[in-house]
């Protein structure tokens, strides 16, 4: 059986600086990250334990701390991608007519992701997604890891809103925070994504 495994950084640790320090992308993918892979992995042993004795008086729990884990993984191995120390500027496209058909203007969509990311109570994440029934992307808020999420989208970008992404540099504004990440946006990682989900859905 496998173990999920802490990614490797696509860079640098201080590739990002001035929009993100090295010290905070250290911090942020050894400690935080590294912590959600082994806690996904210590929650499946967990759960290997309650079946082989039969035991499931604490498997609410453990499910909750899995799926808390597991989408902390997923989301940050996505973030890290999403970045880029040649990022900006905006997608082309099919990415970028996919944007217009759904949301009007590029425009508008970055003010709705802004808007969604810098406004989580809390910790959470702002993320474009595709959702495939309806076969458009949309804007989701999402809290902690795993809340308030579409069961069918897929993250195709990701905009981590937790304190522990920026409080070091930015304090408490986080939509100083947000604005810089739209400097960093790797569109070719993003525009892969998406024409990998919608390839799928076809």
């Given at each position: ?38 806690g996904a992995n210590d929650t499946l042993e967990r759960l290997a334990e309650a079946r082989d004795k039969g035991e499931f008086g604490g ?69 474009l997604a595709w959702e495939p029934l309806g076969k458009r992307l949309v804007v989701e808020q999402v809290y902690d890891h795993h809340g ?55």
């Amino acid at each position: 059986m496998g173990e999920y495994t802490l990614p490797d950084m696509p860079y640098d640790y201080a590739a990002l600086e001035p929009a993100i320090t090295g010290e905070i992308l250290e911090l942020h993918h050894a400690k935080h990250h590294a912590a959600y892979v082994k806690g996904a992995n210590d929650t499946l042993e967990r759960l290997a334990e309650a079946r082989d004795k039969g035991e499931f008086g604490g498997l609410v729990g453990l499910e909750k701390t899995f799926a808390f884990n597991l989408s902390g993984h997923v989301l940050h191995s996505i973030f890290w991608e999403n970045l880029s120390p040649d990022g900006g500027d905006r997608p082309d496209g099919a990415l970028r007519a996919a944007i217009d058909e759904h949301f009007g203007t590029f425009e508008a969509f970055q003010k709705q992701l802004t808007t969604a990311t810098a406004g989580v109570q809390g910790s959470g994440w702002g993320i474009l997604a595709w959702e495939p029934l309806g076969k458009r992307l949309v804007v989701e808020q999402v809290y902690d890891h795993h809340g308030n999420v579409g069961m069918n989208s897929t993250p195709l970008l990701v905009f981590d809103a937790w304190e522990h992404a920026y409080y070091l540099q930015y304090r408490n504004v986080r939509p100083d925070y947000v604005e810089k990440l739209w400097s960093l946006i790797n569109w070719d990682d993003v525009t892969r994504r998406f024409a990998d989900v919608t390839s799928q859905a076809s």
